[in-house]
């Protein structure tokens, strides 16, 4: 697989239900990558971390509402999928509104 110049190309990727998807992915370190599909469950995983991660302090807070916004990368790294967190329009990399009152 070749990378064109902003160090991206698209891959297969195997979702859980055996389904194939196409998707963009950065390159991270050096290494050829094979057209074989690469498992998704990697970048659920992380998904899911971080939306613990998020979730359990703002529930201890305990806000009327909670608006959280982020950018994820999905990169190759040793020849795995990886999810990177990315700046979106800001300068975070996460934006939380918390919302009290009635």
Same mark, same amino acid.
């Given at each position: 697989?070749?990378?064109?110049?902003?160090?991206?190309?698209?891959?297969?990727?195997?979702?859980?239900?055996?389904?194939?998807?196409?998707?963009?992915?950065?390159?991270?370190?050096?290494?050829?990558?094979?057209?074989?599909?690469?498992?998704?469950?990697?970048?659920?995983?992380?998904?899911?971390?971080?939306?613990? &991660? *998020?979730?359990?302090?703002?529930?201890?807070?305990?806000?009327? !509402?909670? /608006?959280? %916004?982020?950018?994820? =990368? #999905? &990169? *190759?790294?040793?020849?795995?999928?990886?999810?990177?967190?990315? !700046?979106? /329009?800001? %300068?975070?990399?996460? =934006? #939380?509104?918390?919302?009290?009152?009635?």
């Amino acid at each position: 697989m070749e990378f064109n110049e902003i160090r991206t190309a698209t891959i297969p990727v195997q979702l859980e239900d055996g389904s194939i998807v196409r998707i963009e992915v950065s390159k991270t370190g050096r290494e050829d990558i094979a057209l074989d599909p690469k498992p998704f469950k990697q970048v659920t995983d992380a998904l899911e971390g971080i939306v613990n &991660a *998020i979730a359990v302090p703002i529930g201890k807070v305990n806000p009327r !509402k909670a /608006t959280v %916004k982020f950018g994820m =990368e #999905i &990169a *190759i790294e040793s020849g795995q999928l990886t999810a990177v967190l990315v !700046k979106g /329009t800001s %300068k975070a990399n996460l =934006e #939380i509104t918390l919302e009290w009152g009635s």
